[in-house]
């Protein structure tokens, strides 16, 4: 593979992590035309079906099932009852101020729109290392992100999927895109006797 074909799947992937972070926010002005003009950024399948499916989406819908009433969770720490909520939420605060991740979003720290986010500005910063021949902090980065995708995200997402299955809201479809994005871009553990989290 060329620098150039390397670059383009870089910027692609960055695009559906971005694609993928915003099909969870909260509805609200703008947020059918950056979901639509994302969709059209990408080559993941599965993304772009929720993309579609969230066409004409509501905030109501969407505080119904991931809302403080909702019976989904959009934050981690639900899905870490025997961890130290303040624990999940340092490892996270440190992960983003370590690589100067600033989100702009209104949700918590911990949310998976967030999180997806986070994913998403690490491989463009990757990338970008790359492109200035900077093999140490691509490589630094990389490494990161795995251990992001291992710790963090892999295992919140499907947990995230298992909970939405049988709603049959773009959410579900967001939430089986994106845990099969985060399995597909997590390495294995170094530890081949770790078992994932619930």
Not at 139 to 148: N, Y
Not at 171 to 178: D, N, P, T, W
């Amino acid at each position: 593979m060329n620098g150039t074909h390397d670059s383009k799947r870089a910027l692609l992937n960055a695009a559906a992590w971005r694609l993928a972070s915003a099909l969870f926010e909260r509805p609200k002005r703008g947020w059918s035309e950056e979901i639509a003009s994302l969709a059209g950024e990408i080559d993941d399948p599965d993304l772009r079906r929720a993309a579609r499916e969230a066409e004409g989406a509501t905030e109501g819908l969407y505080l119904a099932l991931l809302g403080p009433g909702g019976p989904v969770s959009p934050r981690e720490i639900a899905y870490r009852p025997l961890e130290d909520p303040a624990c999940v939420l340092a490892d996270l605060t440190a992960a983003y101020e370590a690589f100067a991740y600033k989100p702009a979003a209104e949700d918590p720290i911990d949310h998976i729109a967030v999180e997806a986010g986070f994913a998403g500005y690490l491989t463009l910063k990757a990338s970008y290392a790359r492109a200035l021949s900077d093999e140490e902090a691509a490589s630094v980065t990389e490494e990161a992100l795995a251990g992001f995708l291992r710790e963090h995200l892999d295992p919140f997402a499907r947990s995230l999927a298992e909970r939405l299955a049988g709603s049959g809201t773009y959410l579900e479809k967001a939430a089986r895109a994106l845990a099969a994005r985060a399995a597909r871009e997590r390495p294995v553990a170094p530890d081949a006797e770790r078992s994932p989290r619930p």
